[in-house]
Protein backbone atom coordinates (compact mmCIF):
# COMPACT_ATOMS: atom_id res chain seq x y z
CA UNK A 1 0.00 0.00 0.00
CA UNK A 2 1.05 3.08 -0.67
CA UNK A 3 1.09 6.34 1.48
CA UNK A 4 1.14 9.93 0.62
CA UNK A 5 2.33 12.52 2.95
CA UNK A 6 0.95 15.91 2.15
CA UNK A 7 3.76 18.20 0.86
CA UNK A 8 2.64 21.08 3.74
CA UNK A 9 3.59 18.87 6.17
CA UNK A 10 7.06 17.77 5.13
CA UNK A 11 7.44 21.45 4.32
CA UNK A 12 6.67 21.89 7.91
CA UNK A 13 8.85 19.66 9.40
CA UNK A 14 11.55 20.60 7.91
CA UNK A 15 11.37 23.97 8.45
CA UNK A 16 11.10 22.77 12.20
CA UNK A 17 14.44 20.81 11.78
CA UNK A 18 16.43 23.62 10.30
CA UNK A 19 15.44 25.81 13.15
CA UNK A 20 16.61 23.58 15.70
CA UNK A 21 20.05 22.91 13.74
CA UNK A 22 20.27 26.55 14.17
CA UNK A 23 19.45 27.05 17.38
CA UNK A 24 22.06 24.57 18.26
CA UNK A 25 24.72 25.92 16.46
CA UNK A 26 23.92 29.31 18.15
CA UNK A 27 23.81 28.29 21.63
CA UNK A 28 27.37 26.68 20.75
CA UNK A 29 28.64 29.58 19.02
CA UNK A 30 27.25 32.24 21.54
CA UNK A 31 28.62 30.63 24.42
CA UNK A 32 32.49 29.90 23.42
CA UNK A 33 35.06 31.55 25.03
CA UNK A 34 37.17 34.37 23.79
CA UNK A 35 38.38 33.50 20.56
CA UNK A 36 40.49 34.86 17.90
CA UNK A 37 38.20 35.07 14.46
CA UNK A 38 35.22 33.61 12.75
CA UNK A 39 35.62 31.04 10.25
CA UNK A 40 32.41 30.49 7.83
CA UNK A 41 32.47 28.26 4.80
CA UNK A 42 29.28 28.28 2.75
CA UNK A 43 28.08 25.37 0.39
CA UNK A 44 24.83 25.83 -0.79
CA UNK A 45 24.72 23.58 -4.38
CA UNK A 46 21.09 24.54 -6.10
CA UNK A 47 22.09 24.41 -9.72
CA UNK A 48 22.80 20.32 -9.84
CA UNK A 49 21.91 19.27 -13.81
CA UNK A 50 19.49 17.20 -13.53
CA UNK A 51 17.83 17.48 -9.79
CA UNK A 52 18.34 21.10 -9.22
CA UNK A 53 17.38 22.28 -5.66
CA UNK A 54 16.40 25.90 -6.06
CA UNK A 55 16.12 26.37 -2.28
CA UNK A 56 19.60 25.78 -1.83
CA UNK A 57 20.04 29.77 -3.04
CA UNK A 58 17.72 30.56 -0.51
CA UNK A 59 19.76 29.11 2.32
CA UNK A 60 22.70 30.54 1.30
CA UNK A 61 21.52 33.77 1.62
CA UNK A 62 19.47 32.88 4.83
CA UNK A 63 22.60 31.11 6.34
CA UNK A 64 24.56 34.69 6.02
CA UNK A 65 21.32 36.44 7.47
CA UNK A 66 21.66 34.06 10.50
CA UNK A 67 25.19 34.24 11.05
CA UNK A 68 24.72 38.04 11.30
CA UNK A 69 22.15 37.21 13.98
CA UNK A 70 23.84 35.36 15.81
CA UNK A 71 26.69 38.00 16.02
CA UNK A 72 29.06 35.86 14.17
CA UNK A 73 31.90 38.24 12.57
CA UNK A 74 31.40 37.94 8.82
CA UNK A 75 35.11 38.92 8.06
CA UNK A 76 36.49 35.20 7.18
CA UNK A 77 33.67 33.96 4.92
CA UNK A 78 34.15 31.69 2.20
CA UNK A 79 30.86 30.78 0.10
CA UNK A 80 31.59 28.42 -2.57
CA UNK A 81 30.87 30.10 -5.79
CA UNK A 82 29.38 28.39 -9.33
CA UNK A 83 32.28 26.54 -10.31
CA UNK A 84 33.57 25.79 -7.14
CA UNK A 85 31.24 23.41 -6.16
CA UNK A 86 32.52 20.24 -7.30
CA UNK A 87 33.63 17.33 -5.34
CA UNK A 88 37.44 17.92 -6.00
CA UNK A 89 36.87 22.00 -4.68
CA UNK A 90 34.61 21.01 -1.79
CA UNK A 91 37.29 18.72 -0.78
CA UNK A 92 40.12 21.74 -0.51
CA UNK A 93 37.95 24.42 0.88
CA UNK A 94 37.82 22.27 3.60
CA UNK A 95 41.19 21.40 3.72
CA UNK A 96 41.96 25.20 3.29
CA UNK A 97 39.85 26.02 6.57
CA UNK A 98 41.66 23.43 8.43
CA UNK A 99 45.11 25.17 7.64
CA UNK A 100 43.62 28.72 7.80
CA UNK A 101 41.63 28.08 11.35
CA UNK A 102 43.68 29.35 14.29
CA UNK A 103 43.83 27.86 17.89
CA UNK A 104 40.21 29.67 19.59
CA UNK A 105 38.41 30.44 16.37
CA UNK A 106 35.14 29.57 16.30
CA UNK A 107 34.13 27.68 12.86
CA UNK A 108 30.72 27.10 11.33
CA UNK A 109 30.55 24.86 8.28
CA UNK A 110 27.40 24.70 6.43
CA UNK A 111 26.41 22.69 2.74
CA UNK A 112 22.98 22.98 1.46
CA UNK A 113 22.51 20.24 -1.44
CA UNK A 114 22.07 16.52 -2.41
CA UNK A 115 23.09 13.72 -0.18
CA UNK A 116 23.41 9.91 -0.41
CA UNK A 117 23.58 6.96 1.07
CA UNK A 118 25.75 3.74 -0.84
CA UNK A 119 26.42 0.21 0.18
CA UNK A 120 30.64 0.22 0.23
CA UNK A 121 32.24 -3.12 1.61
CA UNK A 122 29.10 -3.99 3.03
CA UNK A 123 28.29 -1.32 5.19
CA UNK A 124 26.21 1.91 4.92
CA UNK A 125 27.61 4.97 4.26
CA UNK A 126 26.59 8.28 3.66
CA UNK A 127 28.26 11.19 1.84
CA UNK A 128 27.69 15.17 0.39
CA UNK A 129 26.60 14.97 -3.58
CA UNK A 130 29.12 17.83 -4.91
CA UNK A 131 27.36 19.59 -8.71
CA UNK A 132 29.47 17.46 -10.51
CA UNK A 133 27.48 14.05 -9.24
CA UNK A 134 30.66 12.96 -7.08
CA UNK A 135 30.38 11.72 -3.93
CA UNK A 136 32.68 13.61 -1.28
CA UNK A 137 33.81 11.08 1.40
CA UNK A 138 32.67 11.36 5.00
CA UNK A 139 36.37 10.33 5.67
CA UNK A 140 37.97 13.23 4.04
CA UNK A 141 35.23 15.14 5.76
CA UNK A 142 36.10 14.02 8.99
CA UNK A 143 39.55 14.53 8.41
CA UNK A 144 39.36 18.29 8.07
CA UNK A 145 36.67 18.55 10.70
CA UNK A 146 38.88 16.77 12.94
CA UNK A 147 41.90 18.94 12.39
CA UNK A 148 40.01 22.17 12.98
CA UNK A 149 38.61 21.04 16.04
CA UNK A 150 42.15 20.29 17.20
CA UNK A 151 42.64 23.98 17.58
CA UNK A 152 39.06 25.83 17.13
CA UNK A 153 37.25 26.57 20.42
CA UNK A 154 34.21 25.53 18.95
CA UNK A 155 33.24 23.94 15.22
CA UNK A 156 29.68 23.15 14.12
CA UNK A 157 28.98 21.54 10.33
CA UNK A 158 24.99 21.93 9.54
CA UNK A 159 24.31 19.62 6.85
CA UNK A 160 20.87 20.14 5.07
CA UNK A 161 20.87 17.17 2.67
CA UNK A 162 19.30 13.69 2.13
CA UNK A 163 21.38 10.83 3.69
CA UNK A 164 23.41 13.13 5.57
Known sequence: MKYH???DLVDNIMQMFR???FSLGYLLFLY???HAADRVLIMAIADYERYPLPGAKIDRQNVRDILR????????V???GEQEQNAKSIKMALAELSEQTEPG???FIFFSGHGTSRLIDGRCQQALIAKDMYA???AEINQALTTIKDKASKV????DACHS
Open 78 to 80: RTL
Open 105 to 107: DRV
Open 136 to 138: VNP
Open 69 to 76: LMDIHLDH
Open 19 to 21: LAL
Open 5 to 7: VPT
Open 156 to 159: VMVV
Open 32 to 34: SPL
